[in-house]
């Protein structure tokens, strides 16, 4: 069952002279499903995605990569897997082209197979117009996009990305969602790791909490999210018949400046049945959300229970 | 370790360097410099014997091409791996099924290429004298060939430097203060031994008995063996002696040979092999051979192969700088 994973991690250390980085992590990343990584800044997850990408050597821990033991076989892992850090190391002078025909050579593909590689991918990640232009003309979205391409050069079937949506802008960053979506679909074990919490609950399948080198926490997004208590933000044609159904059931609510009702903290079915009776009850409603994320008030929840 | 894999990354060296365009000024100026340099050499250079003039050129602009060479080859390489670990572009190289010997060995040899073709646009000034005929075709092909692999072996010493230091500043003072330390430290370090080296000696018996002071330098002259310098002129084959006959035609079979003045490579050459095998081994000759090879064996051997080792070290150095995963990192040094 191990082996079915693209990574399995347990117990991983590292620590740079007297700063212990990871302590004891446990990571386990799945085929064809998106896992993110979150924590904050310093909870390590920087480090271990080095770990994961062979370039840094864990102090303790077991770790596979797509089935390969990293301490005995990093070559056969390296293979495996594709990794995006979160700063795109720029060759400014090379084109988009020769950038991604380079590692595909470097990745060992003949020039047919890897040339075929670098269309198919400058396709995919709508670079094609910009093949022939110098990398240093490319906006950052653009060279974000080409970074994931190099990433995916070889076909691995294990990703991992460290940030890959910072500083991105709302249409590269659905571009990247179905990107990511689009690569789990086809069998490959994604790993994330982000901040932005609010973004990963519409890419990732599965949430692994990482707090001050260990793991918090592994849960699935949508469990998560049907048992997390969030804020609810109701808004209706008229605002009085909303509020006095709601004094009625003596459900708690704030008005906001911006119009509308917030009210809450209730799961994703308690809202379903409220909304029912809410709308049995005469309010015309026309708009009833969560406010935030759901992963967003998990995730503070939590950090604010260790703390 | 495979050439294909070498190839790969001396070629994105390339790419990644030359299309800059910077490159055409700085050759074009150094074009210029080695130009203005050769023809004034040939200006200031009057000996008696016109055909001494490329003779002396001919050594004194290959000091100078080795000289400046000496001070372009580390800045070729002195960046290449710290400085494209500070742009980020290091790791994904090492991700790849690229292997740390193929990484550093593709980046030193198209920095040594560089370092080539500077050499290159020096040829034809070197070659002038030697078409001139003053000076052996082999003589210069030796030059030009000693000085390739010197300039191999500055490049990679570098490299290794900034595989090794954190900072590209660094590892460049570094470089730097390592080839003058082999320029001139060890001329330095010879000079200032010569006291230690140095004792008095007695002569004679009874009345005729003197005292004299002696430096023996059989156990210090590898000091001066890795000297870029002395291995160039060293290595350089020696010219034929000069034949000089007496004015006086009443007494014609009164020839004797003498070294050529103008040949500064042929002098420094015979200084350092006299350092080698000490003060009473070689005696003034007038013969036409002024001695034989096994009398005063030659001192290059040992420097370039000092060098060559250095140059090797170098490449496994920074080969095992690159190996990932690291598990240990210098001060200051982030992966990626």
């Known amino acids: ?307 | 370790m495979t050439v294909r894999g070498m190839l790969l990354v001396a070629r994105l060296e390339f790419r990644t360097r030359l299309r800059t365009g910077r490159w055409k000024v700085l050759f074009g100026v150094w074009f210029l410099v080695v130009l203005v340099v050769s023809l004034l050499l040939r200006g200031a250079v009057t000996t008696e014997d016109p055909s001494e003039d490329g003779v002396e050129m001919f050594g004194t602009l290959l000091f100078f091409v080795l000289l400046l060479m000496m001070l372009i080859s580390p800045a070729l390489t002195a960046q290449t791996i710290n400085g494209d670990r500070e742009r980020g572009t290091l790791a994904p190289l090492q991700t790849t099924r690229l292997t740390p010997l193929e990484i550093a060995s593709g980046k030193l040899l198209a920095a040594w290429a560089v370092g080539l073709a500077v050499l290159g646009l020096t040829l034809p000034f070197v070659a002038w004298p030697v078409l001139e005929g003053d000076v052996d075709p082999l003589r210069g092909v030796v030059c030009v060939a000693v000085t390739a692999l010197l300039i191999g072996s500055a490049c990679a010493v570098s490299q290794a430097l900034s595989a090794l230091v954190a900072r590209s500043v660094t590892s460049a003072l570094l470089s730097y203060l390592t080839v003058f330390a082999l320029m001139f430290g060890t001329l330095l370090l010879f000079v200032l031994t010569m006291p230690l080296v140095t004792a008095e000696r007695h002569y004679g018996t009874g009345e005729d008995a003197y005292t004299q002071e002696v430096t023996d330098t059989r156990r210090t002259w590898w000091l001066l063996a890795p000297s870029p310098f002395v291995i160039l002129a060293d290595a350089a084959p020696a010219l034929p002696r000069r034949q000089v006959c007496s004015v006086d035609d009443s007494r014609p079979d009164d020839c004797y040979y003498e070294n050529d003045d103008a040949d500064v490579l042929g002098w420094i050459g015979r200084e350092v092999r006299q350092a080698r095998v000490g003060p009473q081994n070689v005696r003034e000759s007038y013969e036409e051979h002024e001695w034989r090879e096994e009398s005063a064996p030659a001192v290059w051997p040992y420097g370039l192969g000092a060098h060559l080792l250095l140059a090797g070290g170098s490449l496994a150095v920074t080969a095992r700088r690159l190996r990932v995963p690291a598990a240990r990192l210098p001060r200051g040094v982030r992966v990626a």
Request: proline share 5%; aromatic share 4%; charged share 25%.
């Open chain 1, 1 to 307: 069952m191990e082996d079915e994973a693209g990574v399995y991690a347990r117990g991983v250390t590292r620590a740079f002279g007297p700063v212990q980085a990871l302590r004891g992590l446990d990571l386990t990343v799945p085929y064809g499903r998106v896992t993110a990584l979150v924590g904050a800044n310093g909870a390590g997850k920087t480090t271990l995605l080095l770990i994961l990408a062979t370039l840094l050597a864990p102090d303790a821990g077991e770790i596979r990569v797509a089935g390969h033991d990293l301490r005995t076989h990093p070559e056969a892992a390296r293979s495996a897997l594709g990794w995006m850090p979160d700063t795109f190391g720029a060759y400014d002078q090379l084109t988009v082209a020769e950038y991604l025909q380079f590692f595909a050579d470097a990745y060992g593909l003949t020039p047919p197979e890897g040339a075929e590689r670098t269309r198919e991918l400058l396709v995919r990640v709508h670079l094609l117009e910009l093949a022939h232009q110098p990398v240093h003309v490319l906006s950052r979205g653009q060279k974000q996009r080409l970074g994931l391409a190099r990433a995916l050069v070889h076909r691995p079937k294990v990703l991992l990305l460290d940030e890959p949506a910072s500083g991105l802008d709302p249409r590269s960053r659905v571009e990247l969602r179905d990107l990511l979506r689009s690569l789990a679909a086809e069998g490959v074990a994604v790993l994330i790791s982000s901040h932005i919490l609010s973004e990963l609950e519409e890419i990732a399948d599965r949430v692994v909490l990482v707090e001050r080198g260990a793991t918090a926490g592994e849960h699935e997004i949508a469990t998560l999210m049907a048992e997390a208590r969030g804020l609810w933000r109701v808004r209706a044609l008229e605002e009085e018949p909303l509020a006095s159904a709601l004094d009625v059931r003596q459900m708690p609510y704030r008005r906001q400046e911006t119009g509308g009702l917030d009210i809450g903290p209730l799961t994703e079915r308690e809202a379903a049945v409220l909304l029912g009776e809410l709308v049995g009850a005469g309010a015309r409603i026309f708009s009833y959300a969560p406010v935030g994320g759901a992963l967003e008030s998990v995730y503070l929840a939590m950090t604010e229970d260790r703390t």
